[in-house]
């Protein structure tokens, strides 16, 4: 296991507490990417220093720290320059990682398809690729994915031309996959689709489990999930919604990350509606809210229709729960409600409000169908809230109400006589 020193360097700017919770997060990380918290150090300071970041003098500081500590790796939470990288490792005579290399490690050793492996392989190499001469040296040490120790691929991948070849091989393989999965896609089309959104570590797959009483991977760890997986969710009154779980987002996400991930989290974009799972036992939930909000932005679904679904409120007293009430309702018209992942009955409110929204996109039509014919009547009931059924001898008139492809549908295979009601 490695031994780490975990470097923070806020500016003067970032508040105390702010600060304190940015370290506790890094050692989350270096928890979750398997290595030993040793030591750490802070400095404020005014904007980076070109050499090291930090100061000069917190660099001989940190030379002694890592002595001392007999750290033999050093992290530090913000994104280093190549040359930055290199004037470390040289002072220090230890491995550097900063903040998005720790954050490519973790996803390396967790992508479990094909498709999340490449692309967190795609990140890294663009990571890598300005840094090459650095990570010569301990590139044997990056986790999986990376493709660099495959059958046959022993020696010299390393070389620039061969990583700017299997970049392009990557992007290639990966746009192929995105296609495969926009014809899976175009096969739900009909469906109410969800996307659940949020800080890592909020509950999105807890919340997901609970409503589908399907297993996914839940734990307590920063990103536990980094493939997006759907699930049918009855929502009750012959209403159903495929709601997506997605990634975490988290503070300084790399951005080889979010361009690599992007077209997964495009599926995102095409749900009907985003619901923000946000953590509200978390001190830091705000800050936590509005990485989240940044994140969206920066994929272009900051004007997406949204829910915020303040989760683990099983964990708050009242007194809490009211006060975070009183906060919210002053942010801004975005419907909120309070969940907790862990018990179905307090997910009711977010169900009713998923399949008042179903309901409001739902056209509402007559349908005269002669009464024999099964299969239609059949996918009336399976599709549609039905409303009304008068059966008069050879043909049946129903009033139900349909989505928008449901109808469409109808129309396309002549089934009966549809009117639209008003
Ligand atoms: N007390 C409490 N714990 C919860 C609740 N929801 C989730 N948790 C716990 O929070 C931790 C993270 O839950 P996950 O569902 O894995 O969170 P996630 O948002 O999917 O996290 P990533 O996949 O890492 O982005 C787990 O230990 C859960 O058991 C809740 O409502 N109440
Ligand atoms: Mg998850």
Request: hydrophobic residues 40%; without cysteine.
């Amino acid at each position: 296991m490695d031994r780490a020193v975990l470097v923070g360097a806020p500016t003067r700017s970032v508040d105390e507490r702010l600060a304190d919770e940015h370290m506790r997060e890094l050692a989350r990380l270096t928890d979750t990417a398997g290595g030993e918290v040793v030591a750490s150090l802070q400095q404020r300071i005014r904007a980076p220093h070109p050499r090291f970041f930090i100061g000069e003098g917190k660099a001989d500081e940190l030379r002694d720290l890592v002595e001392e500590s007999e750290g033999d790796l050093v992290i530090f939470d913000d994104e280093l320059s190549p040359g930055q990288g290199k004037n470390l490792e040289d002072h220090l005579g230890v491995r550097i990682m900063d903040r998005s290399e720790l954050i490519l490690d973790i996803f390396a050793s967790r992508a479990r398809t094909s498709e999340a492996k490449m692309q967190v392989e795609l990140a890294q190499l663009q990571y890598l690729l300005p840094r090459l001469k650095r990570m010569w040296s301990h590139l044997s040490r990056i986790r999986g994915g990376i493709g660099l120790r495959g059958p046959g691929e022993t020696q010299l991948e390393t070389d620039r031309r061969l990583i700017g070849k299997r970049i392009s091989a990557l992007r290639r393989k990966l746009k192929d996959v995105a296609k495969a999965r926009q014809v899976q896609r175009q096969a739900r089309r009909g469906s109410y689709r969800v996307a659940l959104v949020g800080y890592t570590n909020a509950g999105k797959s807890s919340l997901l489990r609970t409503l589908s009483g399907s297993d996914l991977f839940v734990e307590n760890r920063l990103f536990a999930t980094l493939d997006s997986a759907t699930r049918s969710v009855d929502l009750g009154s012959g209403h159903h919604a495929l709601v997506t779980d997605t990634v975490g987002f988290i503070r300084k996400l790399p951005h080889h990350l979010i361009a690599s991930f992007r077209s997964t989290l495009e599926e995102a974009g095409e749900a009907d509606v985003l619901v923000h799972v946000i953590d509200a036992s978390h001190t830091d939930w705000e800050e936590q809210k509005e990485v989240v909000e940044e994140v969206l932005e920066e994929l272009g679904l900051q004007s997406a229709p949204q829910i915020l679904a303040f989760n683990k409120v099983d964990r708050l007293t009242h007194a809490e729960e009211d006060a975070m009430r009183q906060r919210i309702r002053s942010f801004d018209s975005t419907p909120a409600l309070f969940v907790s992942a862990l018990e179905m009955e307090s997910l009711e409110g977010l169900k009713e409000t998923l399949k008042a929204r179903i309901r409001a996109k739902l056209t509402e039509v007559e349908v005269r169908v002669p009464s024999h014919d099964g299969a239609a009547l059949a996918m009336l009931y399976r599709e549609g809230e039905v409303l009304r059924r008068e059966d008069n001898g050879q043909t049946v008139t129903i009033t139900v109400r349909l989505p928008a492809a449901s109808v469409a549908r109808l129309r396309q295979l002549g089934v009966g006589q549809v009117v639209e009601a008003d």
